[in-house]
């Protein structure tokens, strides 16, 4: 059983998650491979002290590359799985927005 501290990992800080947080009010996280959209939800709500309207789940798949003379392919960046998190729009998680 996962604690609410496993689940998340860590932020993920991307162009892309920067528009959702300012336009959409939606947060980007990596998460455990085994974590599920409602420890997703609940971790969130428990940490940061918000309320989650909808959770995404997508494993994204790992990035392979091309080495050596032989031009075999290697395995550069492994997979992992990240939570799109909604929350409300009155609402923002301090994490993200830096020093005030």
Partial sequence: MLTVYDVLRRPVETEKSRY???KLHQY???VHPRATKTQVKEAVETLFDVEVIKVNVVVVPPKMGRRGRTRRIVQRKP???KAIVTIRA???IDLFEGVK
């Fill in 28 to 30: 980007v996280f990596a």
């Fill in 90 to 92: 009155d609402q923002t």
């Fill in 79 to 81: 997979e992992y799985k």
């Fill in 20 to 22: 959702q947080q300012t």
